[in-house]
């Protein structure tokens, strides 16, 4: 009996289960929203990407060319507990054709093993889940090398959903995010600098499900506010990319300066901060967010021991969430490293230390009330006022209108080419070509010879312009551009 493989891949993707068990109005509503999330985010892939809604589960088919972009996405999507991957095939209306189809595609994957066949069944059929297991069993074994049916402990598990004349063949089994759908949970802000807990704080909150929009006080100029650019664009695109959200630059030299002349050298640190959640509720409020985030972790640095964290939410009247309070430097490192914001922290300058003279670690409310009344809060409006409001998805843009790189496509011998993509692999061009990750540009840079053209290389241009125009301003780099082919 002959049959085709599909030339499509399926995904069947089951649902975080604090999604099941809401009630069915939430529930609905949460299944509901990740639908058109993947609808948005598929569709940018492939038109010809298919979604389909049930009550308990998404299907995803898609042409097999893009499966790997596809994954990828289903992997980084909020809601999702489970990403099976999965053949499908039709007019599967008999078990001699269901065993043999599934006989052609498994046998390669039992022989010499042990196995069972495990059958979620929907719609009529003239025989029951059982019945399909032990034909299917059956049939595998006579026509492959295993070593025999295991019940309890097969070393493989064949996998099949038959749901009417449709048989689903499950290949593989991913661990998807979890979490809720983004846009089913509100908004908040989060107070981004761009390393390990800023950036962590910021994950999670997508993973749940939060739309998560970034506000970043820029004390170190230019260079700065494009390392944490690049960083929320970097989270944006991975993780939330089915909604749009803000970036908001408040210039805070000018707060900084103030607070050097008002406040005493103890109370700078957490002057600092009540002034960034004072700052922040006012942004909040024109957005008409009722929440802030932050990365602070409890006892981290000084300004994080539980008085002071008191003395500065004394400051605001939004509800403050920090969802690293009670987690370890190791732990939130370690999770940098699975979502790939280590390098980018890494690299990131810790500009809230830099005022942080003789710390007082166990502030007095009432010492806080007379530092604080000494500030001109006119200078902190100001600053409000100043701020720069752009979406997230516009930052390469916006970085290019401010300063525009030179874009290169056509080599010549003068040029260098600097690949600083991640992966090891590296550019082969006509001219001289060297490796370089983006995250050890900073120090490695300073180490190539002066008198040559750099051009930066990235597989989509984004990276390579954003650090074309750090090095231009934090090293003076006029010999650096941007190569795309």
């Known amino acids: 009996m002959e049959t085709t493989l599909t030339k499509t891949q399926k995904f069947i ?16 509503q949460m299944v509901g929203q990740l639908y058109n999330n993947l609808v948005k985010l598929l569709k940018r892939i492939d038109s010809e990407i298919h979604v389909k809604k049930f009550s308990d589960k998404i ?12 994954r990828q996405t289903l992997l980084n999507t909020p809601g999702i507990e489970q990403v099976l991957e999965a053949l499908q095939f039709d007019n599967m209306d008999s078990l001699d054709k269901i065993k043999v189809q599934v006989a052609e595609v498994m046998t390669k994957e039992i022989n010499d093993k042990t196995f069972v066949v495990r059958v979620k069944r929907s719609g009529k059929h003239p025989y029951n889940s059982t019945k399909i297991e032990q034909t299917v069993g059956g049939y595998m074994l006579a026509h492959s090398t295993a070593k025999g049916v295991d019940l309890h402990n097969p070393e493989v598990t064949i996998r099949l959903e038959l749901i009417n004349n449709q048989l689903n063949i499950i290949t593989l089994k991913h661990i998807g995010l979890a979490g809720f759908p983004i846009g089913t949970q509100g908004d908040i802000l989060s107070l981004m600098s761009g390393g390990f807990d800023s950036t962590i704080a910021s994950y999670l909150t997508m993973k749940r499900g939060i739309k998560t929009h970034f506000i970043f006080f820029n004390l170190g100029g230019i260079a700065h506010e494009i390392g944490v650019k690049q960083v929320a664009l970097y989270l944006w695109s991975k ?9 908001i630059s408040i210039p805070f030299e000018p707060v900084v300066e103030e607070i050097f002349r008002s406040t ?13 959640l004072i700052a922040a509720e006012k942004v909040a409020n024109e957005m008409e967010i009722d929440a802030l985030l932050t990365g602070e972790s409890v006892a981290q640095v000084s300004s ?20 690293l309070a009670t987690m370890n430097k190791p732990d939130i490192m370690h999770m940098a490293d699975e979502i790939g914001t280590r390098r980018f922290a890494e690299s990131m300058p810790e500009y809230c230390g830099v005022i942080s003279k003789n710390p007082i670690t166990h502030g007095s409310f009432k010492r806080m009330e007379r530092e604080a009344k000494h500030f001109n809060y006119e200078v902190l409006d100001k600053a409000v006022e100043d701020a720069k409001t752009i979406y997230v998805d516009e930052i390469i843009d916006d970085v290019t209108k401010a300063s525009p790189i030179e874009v290169i496509s056509e080599l010549n011998d003068d040029f260098v080419v600097i690949d600083i993509r991640a992966e090891d692999a590296c550019i082969e061009t006509s001219c001289e070509s060297i490796k370089i990750p983006f995250h050890k540009l900073k120090t490695e840079f300073k180490k190539l010879p002066k008198g040559k053209e750099y051009l930066l290389y990235c597989e989509k241009g984004i990276m390579s312009q954003l650090h074309a125009q750090y090095l231009r301003d934090a090293e003076d780099a006029e010999n650096v551009r941007v190569y795309r082919p």
């Open 239 to 247: 993780f939330g990319a089915s909604h749009k959200v803000k970036f």
């Open 304 to 323: 994080q021991t539980l008085r002071n964290l008191a003395l500065i939410d004394q400051v605001t009247n939004k509800l403050v969430l920090r969802p």
């Open 13 to 28: 993707l089951k649902l975080f289960p604090e999604i099941m068990v809401k009630g069915s109005s939430a529930k609905r």
């Open 59 to 70: 299907e995803v088919v898609t042409p097999v060319d893009v499966v790997i972009e596809v």
């Open 264 to 276: 005493h050298e103890t109370y700078m640190g957490v002057t600092l901060k009540r002034l960034m």
